[in-house]
């Protein structure tokens, strides 16, 4: 396992008001959801990477604004048809 060392400046953690603790898992959550957003991690990898399960990940997606589901109309429309 890679393990990464992150500094950040006191300030932005009291203005997120959020614990060392809770500052961890939120960065993660981040990370993971910015890198699954970019197409670089599966749903499942990324909820991996968060420390949640995957149901819980893609429910989290839409709090932060993000597709839960990266196909195209066309891409549907020929699921559909093929179904």
């Known amino acids: ?14 203005a997120l008001h959020l614990s060392p603790e809770q500052l961890a898992q939120e960065i993660y959550l981040l990370a993971a959801i910015k890198l699954y957003e970019l197409g670089k991690l599966s749903s499942g990898t990324a909820a991996n990477l968060a420390g949640i399960p995957r149901v819980v990940f893609l429910s989290k997606l839409a709090d932060y604004g993000v597709d839960t589901f990266r196909l195209k109309e066309a891409e549907l429309i020929e699921n559909l048809a093929n179904a």
Do not use: K, R, V
């Not at 060392?5 to 006191?10: A, F």
């Open 1 to 14: 396992m890679y393990q990464i060392t992150l500094s950040l400046p006191d300030e932005t953690a009291l």
